[in-house]
């Protein structure tokens, strides 16, 4: 597809884990004239080793593994935003209860909340707000699958007023109560890519 300057940032949509960045990066290293500086949730900085990077072969590689380039800058933001939900959540350690959820991302994505979440509104078939929830309750169903911590402790961990609300809000979500899914032999789980 072409050459590119010295240095780029590729975005890529559907890198929610460590184990994603590790694909990603096995995939960008094994593609001719690619030099991988860093690869992070939902982007890599790539150097062009003197020649032509084929992107639409790239494209086909990462498509086997379920990502995707992003070329457009309102898809690349709507990505931006779920990655920045995920570190939020997933690696925040109860930065929700200090910091709102808004302020992280309005500083994150140096944006306005009200422009991020009507951007995702209008890009998927929920509010940022749901999104943010449905992602809280599928670390929850991760925290209550270790059984390592006690349900007051993962409500203060994920930023909940009270183990109340967190119930409440976990039986709405999944139609399960707290015990109910503790108790089940398979405890169901939805793919982070696959919560929009």
């Known amino acids: 597809m072409g050459k590119l300057g010295k240095s780029t940032i590729l975005q890529i949509r559907n890198m929610v884990s460590s184990r994603c960045i590790s694909l990603v990066q096995n995939v960008l290293e094994n593609t001719p004239n690619i030099e991988v500086e860093k690869v992070y949730l939902g982007a890599a900085q790539i150097n062009n080793k003197n020649g032509t990077i084929d992107f639409i072969a790239l ?6 593994h379920n990502f ?9 933001l709507l990505e931006a935003i ?11 350690n109860n930065l929700n209860t200090i910091i709102r959820n808004s302020d992280y991302l309005s500083d994150k994505l140096e944006q306005p909340y009200s422009f991020l979440s009507k951007l995702f509104s209008e890009k998927t078939n929920t509010t940022l707000e749901k999104f943010i929830i ?8 991760e925290l209550l699958s270790y059984n390592e911590m006690t349900l007051s402790e993962i409500s203060y961990q994920m930023g909940y007023s009270s183990v109340q609300y967190l119930s409440n809000q976990f039986k709405q979500i999944t139609s399960y ?20």
Do not use: C, H, N, W
């Open 82 to 92: 779920k990655v920045a939900v995920l570190e939020m959540i997933y690696y925040g």
């Open 134 to 141: 449905l992602v809280k309750i599928e670390r929850v169903k």
């Open 177 to 196: 109560s707290v015990s109910e899914y503790k108790a089940l032999a398979i405890k169901p789980r939805t793919p982070l890519d696959q919560l929009i």
């Open 59 to 64: 494209q086909k590689k990462l498509q086997e």
């Open 68 to 76: 995707d380039l992003i070329y457009d800058k309102e898809m690349a």
